[in-house]
């Protein structure tokens, strides 16, 4: 069950422009993040983490990749650069038995530093969504 829209995200090679744009000129705020293996920003609206924003590492794009899969930086303009939709979600395993049966892939990840389950999956488009499952323990 959808709760609501959690977040969008940008992947980007232009991350600290981004960054300023969203912050200095909208008026979020660049606040906490988790650590993940990647270089990024979350861009907060009051208390919510409304903008995610993540660059791909020259150095070390494995860490991105094997998170969220890899993506041609060539296609990162305009639409092409809105990585995934994210949703707050209720009840995983009624989510689970349906994608079993449907056949469809997903992957599944736990958040480091947040008690924070998700599920990625693509649409028939190829749009990633993103389903969240916070305080949620196998």
């Given at each position: 069950?959808?709760?609501?829209?959690e977040h969008y995200a940008?992947?980007?090679?232009?991350?600290?422009?981004?960054?300023?744009?969203?912050?200095?000129?909208?008026?979020?705020?660049?606040?906490?993040?988790?650590?993940?293996?990647?270089?990024?920003?979350?861009?907060?609206?009051?208390d919510h983490a409304l903008?995610?924003?993540f660059a791909i590492d020259?150095?070390?794009?494995?860490?991105?990749?094997?998170?969220?899969?890899?993506?041609?930086?060539?296609?990162?303009?305009?639409?092409?650069?809105?990585?995934?939709?994210?949703?707050?979600?209720?009840?995983?395993?009624?989510?689970?038995?349906?994608?079993?049966?449907?056949?469809?892939?997903?992957?599944?990840?736990?958040?480091?530093?947040?008690?924070?389950?998700?599920?990625?999956?693509?649409?028939?488009?190829?749009?990633?969504?993103?389903?969240?499952?916070?305080?949620?323990?196998?």
């Amino acid at each position: 069950m959808l709760t609501g829209l959690e977040h969008y995200a940008i992947r980007t090679t232009k991350l600290e422009e981004t960054k300023n744009f969203y912050v200095d000129l909208l008026g979020l705020i660049d606040g906490a993040r988790p650590h993940f293996p990647f270089p990024g920003h979350w861009l907060y609206l009051g208390d919510h983490a409304l903008v995610h924003l993540f660059a791909i590492d020259p150095k070390n794009p494995e860490g991105l990749n094997d998170y969220l899969g890899e993506v041609d930086a060539s296609n990162l303009t305009g639409s092409g650069a809105v990585d995934h939709l994210a949703f707050r979600a209720e009840n995983p395993e009624e989510l689970r038995n349906r994608i079993q049966k449907s056949g469809t892939k997903y992957r599944d990840r736990k958040v480091p530093d947040l008690d924070l389950y998700q599920v990625f999956l693509e649409d028939p488009n190829g749009i990633t969504i993103e389903l969240n499952y916070f305080n949620y323990s196998e």
